[in-house]
């Protein structure tokens, strides 16, 4: 039997990782069990009237946020608070399938463009890696708004 995953991020901000995440994989951030949000209505605004509602008072380090597939085809992503900075490399990272169809000079011109869309977003290019067939499509390494690495392949 197969199983489902989430993905957790341990982060310092998730609603700011959250929403860039969202933009990337092009998921959804739900809103509180129960409440329908408008057209434009900001989803953490919903959850921290819906938390204070409940008489539960948050911290900055009880903050957490969630981003899904709205086909609910790829795994939630959950963000949570950790007091701790990121240190090290990742032992684990994502890559964006942002050109799986494409190859050469196309593939890595869509991916150039994915790229500069997320820097405006706040990602940060890292490295690109040029095609080398027959074993390397090509990819450009790059780094989410609090430096956890992903590739856009």
């Known amino acids: 039997m197969s199983r489902t995953v989430q993905i957790t991020v341990d982060c310092h901000d998730p609603e700011k990782l959250a929403r860039f995440w969202a933009e990337v994989l092009g998921y959804i951030i739900p809103g509180p069990p129960g409440v329908q949000l408008g057209d434009g209505e900001d989803p953490f605004a919903a959850w921290k009237e819906f938390i204070a509602d409940l008489g539960i008072e948050l911290g900055p380090e009880d903050m957490r946020a969630a981003i899904e597939d709205p086909e609910q085809v790829g ?22 399938r942002a050109a799986p169809e494409l190859d050469g000079d196309e593939r890595m011109d869509v991916l150039e463009t994915e790229c500069s869309r997320l820097m ?34």
């Open 120 to 153: 405006k977003l706040g990602g940060t290019r890292l490295r690109r890696t040029d095609p080398d067939p027959p074993l390397e499509r090509g990819f450009i390494v790059m780094a989410d708004p609090e430096g956890n690495e992903f590739c856009l392949d």
């Open 75 to 96: 795994p939630r992503v959950f963000f949570q608070t950790v007091p701790e900075p990121k240190s090290v490399k990742n032992r684990l990272h994502l890559d964006v």
